[in-house]
């Protein structure tokens, strides 16, 4: 396949199902495709907002599972960063239970586990969370819901995979985006020399400025 045709499969619009019409030229990086918020987005956001999940503030224990620092950049389309944008993530506990009153498994839930957290870009546009590696959750692979707030413009939303993760190919979610576009949601969680955190692992979101008010706010799911 000619190198221009690769490129041009590659320009995803935060859905799987539209590409982005741009000049070939002006397109450097590949979109991160955008997916459902499901449907455990806080209700009501703790008043604990911070970056640290594996904290609940009156606690002092520390959240079961394996702890992971989540880092990375937010990005336009050509490689800017993008400055003082809010991201926010949130997942299920060690325990396979999110932090939400819509969770009716009979897993006891982790009174350690924040479940959700938030942060602002930097000048460069980076973030950094300090949470656990996602387990599964009935029906589901291991994954991190991720949000990135623009002003003027409803959030970006999708969903971060654990690379060689084995559910992962059983995870309807994840299979329905088209395989060329799978790598863009994966993020590798490897070992690191660490006093809190075993794992470390890098997610860059690479954001579409022209639609960005088309995506869906986790506040309407």
């Known amino acids: ?9 590659r320009l995803v619009l935060g859905s799987s199902a539209m590409l982005l019409a741009v000049p070939l030229a002006a397109a450097q990086r590949a979109l991160t495709p955008s997916q459902t918020a499901g449907p455990f987005y ?34 336009n389309f050509d490689g800017r960063p993008l400055a003082g944008l809010r991201v926010e993530i949130w997942q299920c506990d060690a325990n ?27 000048a460069d546009g980076r973030y950094r969370f300090r949470t656990i590696r996602p387990v599964p959750y ?17 959030p970006f939303v999708t969903q971060i995979y654990v690379a060689g993760e084995p559910l992962n190919q059983r995870d309807g979610l994840f299979m329905h985006v088209p395989e060329a576009l799978r790598p863009l949601l994966l993020a590798d969680f490897v070992p690191v ?21 088309l995506f869906v706010s986790p506040h309407d799911v």
Not at 96 to 116: L, M, T
Not at 138 to 154: D, K, L, M, S, Y
Not at 199 to 206: N, P, T
Request: aromatic share 6%.
């Open 42 to 75: 806080p209700v009501t956001p703790p008043l604990h907002q911070d970056n640290d999940l594996t904290r609940v503030a009156g606690r002092s224990g520390r959240a079961n599972g394996r702890i992971a620092d989540l880092t990375g950049r937010v990005l």
């Open 138 to 154: 009935p029906g589901r692979t291991p994954h991190i819901h991720a949000a990135v707030f623009q002003e003027g413009a409803r």
């Open 96 to 122: 396979g239970r999110y932090r939400h009153p819509r969770d009716r498994s009979d897993v006891e839930e982790d009174p350690n586990f924040q479940g959700f957290g938030h942060t602002i870009t930097d």
């Open 193 to 213: 020399d660490d006093p809190v955190a075993s794992l470390s692992a890098q997610f860059d979101f690479v954001l579409s400025p022209v639609l960005a008010g």
């Open 1 to 9: 396949m000619p190198p221009q045709s690769r490129l041009r499969r």
